[in-house]
């Protein structure tokens, strides 16, 4: 399978929790995206990566959340003391360009926090 | 204001009905357009991508105004494999980098 690869695809934890998410993208792609989508909202940005690289972060992204790219391949997304109101599928997507086409997303993970 | 406004609906059609969902978006330097499709609990897939000079594939049809900062996708003939959610999205200028905004989606009913 030559997708993008999310693990876990569902993961519950207890409020105050730290949980982490891997992201493996296409490999030839060296852009790689976070996004959090909520019941009936559309995906919201939270960060990217060219190669190792992290260009930005998001104003939603608070600082219990963090994510490395380490060797410009697979990424993580980690999130400290989780909150109920953290509880959302993440998705991460990958691409070669800039220009919006060409982005293939993974499964997604989806978090329950209780 | 959201970058992205669509009309959440749903839209409850029967099989063969045209349907047509818009779109508007708020950043006029915006680059790309493109329409997604995700059902349940699955990611977002691309359904087509929006060109000025509007574009078709199979029973749909994209169009984009740029003066009127409006999208817009056209489904004729619905099949029932056609339910799923309708994501707009625009390649935008956001903080410092062009990134994908996902409008909140149009859910689309098709019935037998």
């Known amino acids: 399978d030559t997708g993008v690869s999310q693990d876990p695809r569902h993961k519950i934890t207890k409020r105050g929790q730290n949980v982490t998410f891997r992201c493996d993208p296409i490999s030839e792609h060296n852009r790689l995206y976070w996004y959090r989508q909520t019941l009936g909202q559309g995906p919201e940005f939270l960060t990217y990566f060219q190669n190792e690289a992290q260009l930005e972060k998001s104003r939603l992204l608070s600082d219990r959340f963090s994510a490395e790219r380490p060797k410009g391949s697979f990424s993580t997304l980690e999130i400290q003391r989780t909150e109920q109101g953290d509880s959302a599928m993440y998705l991460c997507?990958?691409?070669?360009?800039?220009?919006?086409?060409?982005?293939?997303f993974g499964s997604g993970t989806r978090l329950t926090v209780v | 204001r959201k970058e992205v406004e669509q009309d959440p609906g749903p839209f409850n059609v029967p099989e063969g009905a045209t349907v047509a969902f818009n779109c508007t978006y708020s950043n006029s330097a915006s680059q790309s357009f493109f329409w997604y499709r995700q059902d349940c609990r699955k990611e977002p897939k691309l359904l087509m991508s929006v060109y000025s000079s509007g574009n078709e594939d199979g029973r749909f049809t994209a169009q984009l105004n740029r003066a009127s900062q409006y999208i817009s996708l056209l489904i004729r003939d619905s099949k029932l494999s056609d339910s799923a959610t309708y994501l707009c999205?625009?390649?935008?200028?956001?903080?410092?980098?062009?990134?994908?905004?996902f409008g909140s989606g149009t859910r689309l009913l098709v019935r037998p």
């Open positions: 997507a990958s691409t070669s360009t800039g220009t919006g086409s060409g982005y293939t």
């Open positions: 999205v625009v390649n935008t200028w956001m903080d410092s980098s062009y990134k994908l905004i």
